[in-house]
Structure formats: C-alpha cells, structure tokens
C-alpha cells in the first residue's frame, strides 16, 4: 500500500466515544429517539448508553467486554485509549484537525461516564435493569425484531484486515464472512432500521469505500432492506467518501 501509513491497532480496542459524538455520527440525539427501542453494538465504554437512558429512551449496550468485573473493564478502557493514542501518534493518515490533547480528554471522559453508569445498572449493580448486555457478534442473544433502531460504530469495516482498508493485522482480523454474519445477526435483530459507521477503508490517503461495503450492502438486500450511504457530521477523517451505511426494513 503506498501513502500515508494508517494507524494500526494491536486489537479490537474498548474504546468509546461520548454522546456528543454519537449525536455527530448519526445526527440523532436522544430526544430523536424517544419512544423507540435503541441498540449500540458494540457499545464498548461510550456514553451514548447513559445519556440515551438520562433521557428516558429505552437503550440498550452490549460488548463481549461487560461480561467481566467492574474493575478489569476499567483497566482494558485505560489500556486502550492509551494504546490507541499510540497508534494514532505512529500514523501520518491522521487529519492535520486531530487534537491528542482533545481527544484524550473526550474518550477519558466517555469512560468515566460509561463505568458510572455500569456501576450502579449493569448486571451486578444495584439498579440493573436490562441495559447493558454482555454479548458479541455474531450472535446476539435478542429476538427477532427486538429493537426499532440498531446501531453499529467502529466495528465493521474498521476490523478488517489493514490490507482490506481495516486497521489491525490480517490474524486478529474480521474477514468477510465475519462480516456478512454479523451484518445479519444486527439486522435480524433490528424492526426497522440498521445504521452502519464509518465504511470506508481506513488507507485514508485514498478516500475509497471500503471493499466489503458492497457485499455487505449485498446481505441487506437479500434480508429485505433498503441501503443507502450518506455522509455524517462526525468529520473523523476521509474527505470525499460518504460514511454511514443506513439499511431501512422494507
Ligand atoms: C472501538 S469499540 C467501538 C465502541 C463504540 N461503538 C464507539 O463507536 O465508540 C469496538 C468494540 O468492539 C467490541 N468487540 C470485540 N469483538 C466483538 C464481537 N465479536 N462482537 C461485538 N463486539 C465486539 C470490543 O469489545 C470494543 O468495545
């Protein structure tokens, strides 16, 4: 691959965004929201979770990660919002807008945010109440048509292999059956509609989709979706590309 050198991360990071970010990536914010039933998959430690529920919204967070103790967690979300600022030092495909001093500030906050609110209503806390569910893809453990609006940030097309525009090494790398699985599994889940962030590759000196996006847009269809693909207000990096897969139940 020629141009500038991706970030490569050394796993599939527990890193979370805040709400506020969320609200840029899919232009919702809760009040949007209320009276549906919202899924984040994987919700990793972001706030989105914690402010949807703030705000009344029946949301729902899962993550292989909640399964463990309250206080492993915050060690791996320690761990990998420094192992990925690394990452992101080491590349030269950064946008020359990236601020590491911002972006630290933001993910520790999300963290802290998330492990507050796991605290008191994850599973062991003392008011858990369904919120955050221990659980990976591609396999869910929800019903068919269990929420209105599922929702998916840095997971797919983000954990390809970095010679298909992901960002880890090809042996802890989702390969493209991975990929058409769990696009079904979030799709069986969702009523009526599947939202998909960021799908291009992540060799950002070449704005390109990325090349699973079209198979995956693919599986939708033959489940009996609509896809399309626009362009969010979160600006994290490639120009010229829309970003977000959107799949609307027909
Ligand atoms: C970078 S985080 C994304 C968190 C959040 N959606 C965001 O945009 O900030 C990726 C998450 O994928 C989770 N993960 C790893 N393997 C998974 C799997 N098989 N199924 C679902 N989630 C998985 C990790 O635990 C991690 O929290």
Same mark, same amino acid.
């Given at each position: 691959m020629s141009g500038p050198r991706p970030a490569i991360l050394p796993r599939v990071v527990f890193l979370g965004r805040s709400l506020a970010e969320y609200q840029r990536i899919w232009g919702l914010s809760p009040g949007d929201l209320i009276g549906q039933r919202v899924l984040d998959c994987p919700c990793g430690p972001a706030g989105f979770v914690a402010g949807c529920r703030a705000s009344g919204v029946e949301a729902v967070g899962c993550d292989p990660v909640l399964a463990l103790e309250l206080e492993e967690i915050r060690r791996l979300g320690e761990r990998d919002r420094l192992d990925t600022a690394a990452a992101l030092a080491a590349s030269d495909a950064v946008l020359a807008s990236h601020d590491p001093e911002a972006w630290n500030l933001e993910k520790t906050r999300s963290l802290r945010?998330?492990?507050?609110?796991?605290?008191?209503?994850? &599973?062991?806390?003392?008011?858990?109440?369904? +919120?955050?569910?221990?659980?990976?893809? &591609?396999?869910?453990?929800?019903?068919?048509?269990?929420?209105?609006?599922?929702?998916?940030?840095?997971?797919?097309?983000?954990?390809a292999p970095a010679e298909a525009g992901g960002m880890v090494e090809a042996a802890l790398a989702f390969d493209l059956q991975f990929h058409l699985a769990a696009a079904g599994e979030l799709a069986r889940v969702s009523a009526k509609e599947l939202r998909l962030y960021p799908i291009y590759a992540a060799d950002s000196g070449h704005p390109r989709l990325h090349p699973f996006l079209e198979p995956v847009r693919g599986r939708l269809v033959e489940l009996g979706f609509a896809?399309? $693909?626009? +362009?969010?207000?979160?600006?994290?990096? $490639?120009?010229?590309?829309?970003?977000?897969?959107?799949? +609307?139940r027909r």
């Open positions: 945010t998330f492990l507050e609110d796991f605290a008191v209503h994850g &599973p062991h806390g003392p008011d858990a109440d369904g +919120r955050y569910v221990a659980a990976s893809l &591609p396999n869910l453990p929800f019903a068919d048509q269990a929420f209105d609006l599922v929702l998916s940030a840095h997971f797919l097309f983000t954990y896809t399309e $693909v626009v +362009r969010s207000g979160y600006d994290q990096g $490639v120009e010229g590309v829309p970003d977000t897969l959107v799949a +609307r």
